[in-house]
């Protein structure tokens, strides 16, 4: 038998530690296809309408907060970084490093929806949201342009579903790695057995990714609007 | 062992010998309620999920009773238009969510994967156990809404009027879907992993049962559909909370995207629901006509074939929706593409029964069964998907008839055949061996009783979901509902035999039909790891011919040859000799 059978992390049904990360590692990559088709549904609809209703969605982006943005953006791109970083002192059996890796990168998460809180609170105080309450000088500017304000109110409503999804998988990443952080400190992630970090660190990666698609499609459609009107 | 065997030896008296402590298996090895709600043992899992399901069924099944009941006149028996519209959504949604698509790799796959592929567990034995708790939670959901007034959209859910016109209770409902779909995504997930890492040595892919790959191909459906359906349910329910939206019309929302979406889900989703019963037909098949499968690799590929073109038809169910008409014609044509795949399989099954040793026990008697009824299903399908005649049948009792006949001729047969097949190994005891016959033969017959005449029907032009028809339909409609009650009989007696088995039957061995899968060289009920050594794999899946398992190892008598004497030796059970193998081979 080898060492590695006789592991205190080896879980009972798996032949050897080697199985085990193997399907740890599969299992996540199933999910992360899974959350890129449940993304790419609600992408597929925002194309669709973007397609059809360019100038509402260019003017309806245009109202929104790219500076908000553009600092979540280097919160997000950091965590990832940092997340990378605490697989390898995980690897490294450096704890001390690991935990404070972790707690980096959930603080930068923080600081993302912390960010995002006042960027919603700004946008309520507009009454840049579709529905009854929906900005009447918005509406007015539209239609002065010729545009249909039930449209640019479909664009907010994807703005916020698709922030809002998103928001929740940074809600559940940061209870993951807060999760990670107690693991690690009660010792539960030699350096055999890093491939935990791994799999969350793979799930940050995916969200992160996907605010590097929402970020284009919804701040940046809009960007330069002022310039060619 | 030596040791234990010298210490008692030479100083024992004439004592009687002590009776074999009884065997530990999963389902002695504790008792306290705990130990099955928090249970993470894939078996007890797959018996939590037989448990729910039965009961989702028989609750579907009261609310198709009461449908029929109130189709007897041409004006509503009893219900009201708004109690029979709820009425059939509830039938619906039920037998949908919560029944077919979790039944099969629910129950069966849970249970018998990892003892298929010689494993001790699925790979993630928690996931499961949270897959079942997330199961429940949406059934309650659903259920709840149910209660309080149900729903009255139909089970497809179609904005606007789900999203605003509806006064019933959609959110809930539709929450209790989207939560369960989760659940969905669990199980194929954990199957999927399990399949590919924990197969035991020997177990090549070429060597997998045919219910595993089955299996295989659904929970990729799963995992690629389930998410989409689940997103766009996202968007329904904020429209429908919010009063904002995506699909809503007056602020240039579209609700044909919503049926795009949805149906990129449920076409995969049929095939969720039938995928498994093929492969449970394809088990049993073989061991009932002691013949190898034919053509392994064409039925195994075949699955992966139906779960890919699966994924490109979605649009047929949208012919008189608007899609354009080159779009109409390139979904009809893939349509019909699905249809190879699936003839394969039927062209298959029959040359594996072609000239083998067939024996007519209930497992059996129902796959035959499938084998009609599936066949017919899938040809009107074909009906269904060719452009002209489609916009004469579609919403009519022939689409009704249609989906019936692959749904439950198909899946639900399938999963009686599965109940019956490896009942004995999941409690350790035979059935009523006369009693399943007679059950199986009234499932089929009340099936056609009951769903023939609504073919005619549609082909007559009777619309589906309208609780009143002119009344040249009556007589098709009262023939209808007998039949019903027939097919409702050949439910219950199951539901009676079966559980008195577990009192009065027969124990049995660990192979009581001579198969030649890993799960039948484990003990009966299994043992609480499934396995006292790893298994090695030698052999394919079906060595009927020569007589041994996938261990290598000579099977027991089969079932059929108890019957006749010049068999009549005694040597039947997992330990008996050899089949007579020279005669096989020679
Ligand atoms: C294999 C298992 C199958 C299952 C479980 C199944 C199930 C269903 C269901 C549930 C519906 C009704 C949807 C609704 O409520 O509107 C349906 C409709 C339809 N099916 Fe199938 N089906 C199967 C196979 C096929 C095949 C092989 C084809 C074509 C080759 C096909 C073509 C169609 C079409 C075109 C419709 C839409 C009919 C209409 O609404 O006008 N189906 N099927
Ligand atoms: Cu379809």
Known sequence: ?229 | MSIAVTHRGPAAAPVPPEPAPAPVNYLNVSHTIWSWLFTVDHKRIGLLYLGSISVFFVIGGIFAALVRTNLLMPNGAFLSEDAYNRAFTAHGVMMLFFFLIPAVPGVMGNFFIPLMIGAKDLAFPKLNIASWYVFMIGATFSGWAVLVGGIDTGWTLYPPYSSRASQSNVLPGVMGVFISGFSSIMTGLNIMVTVHKMRAPGMTWGRLPLFVWSLYATSLIQLLATPVVAVTLVLLMVERAAGIGIFDPSIGGDPILFQHLFWFYSHPAVYIMILPGMGVVSEVLTCFSRKNIFGYHAVAWSSMGIAVVGFLLWAHHMFVAGISFYAALLFSLLSMLVAVPSAIKVFNWTATLYRGSITFHAPMLLSLGFLVLFTVGGLTGLFLATLGTDIHLHDTYFVVAHFHFVMVGGMVIAYMAAVHFWWPKMTGRMYSDWWSRVASVIMIVGFFLTFVPQFIMGYHGMPRRYPNYPQEFQILNVMSTAGSSVLGLGYLLPGIYLPLSLFFGKKVGANPWSATGLEWTTPSPPTVHNFEVTPIVVCGPYEYAIGVDQMGRGLPEPPGAQDDPSHRDGSTGPSGPMKKETEVVG
Not at chain 1, 64 to 71: D, K, Q, S, Y
Not at chain 1, 104 to 123: N, Q, S, W
Request: glycine share 8%.
């Open chain 1, 1 to 229: 038998m080898s060492a590695s059978t006789h592991s205190p992390v080896l879980k009972h049904h798996f032949e050897d530690l080697g199985q085990q990360h193997a399907c740890e590692r599969l299992g996540i990559w199933m999910f992360l296809a899974t959350e890129i088709l449940f993304f790419g549904g609600i992408f597929g609809a925002y194309t669709v309408y973007r397609l059809w209703y360019p100038h509402e969605f260019v003017f309806a982006s245009s109202h929104l907060n790219r500076l908000f943005a553009t600092i979540n953006t280097v919160f997000l791109i950091t965590s990832s970084l940092t997340i990378t970083l605490a697989i390898r002192s995980a690897k490294l059996g450096d704890r001390a490093a690991l935990i404070r890796y972790l707690l980096i990168t959930a603080a930068l998460a923080t600081a993302f929806m912390v960010v995002k809180g006042f960027e919603y609170a700004e946008d309520f105080h507009e009454h840049l949201v579709p529905g009854p309450s929906f900005s009447h000088e918005i509406e007015k500017e539209a239609v002065d342009k010729g545009l249909d304000p039930g449209k640019v109110q479909l664009f907010l409503c994807f703005y916020y579903i698709m922030t809002g999804i998103h928001g929740i998988h940074i809600i559940v990443g940061i209870g993951c790695i807060l999760w990670l952080v107690w693991e690690a400190w009660r010792g539960t992630i030699p350096p055999e057995n890093y491939s935990t970090v791994e799999v969350v660190s793979l799930y940050w990666h995916l969200v992160d990714a996907i605010w590097l698609f929402l970020m284009p499609l919804l701040y940046l459609a809009g960007a330069g609007y002022g310039a060619h009107h």
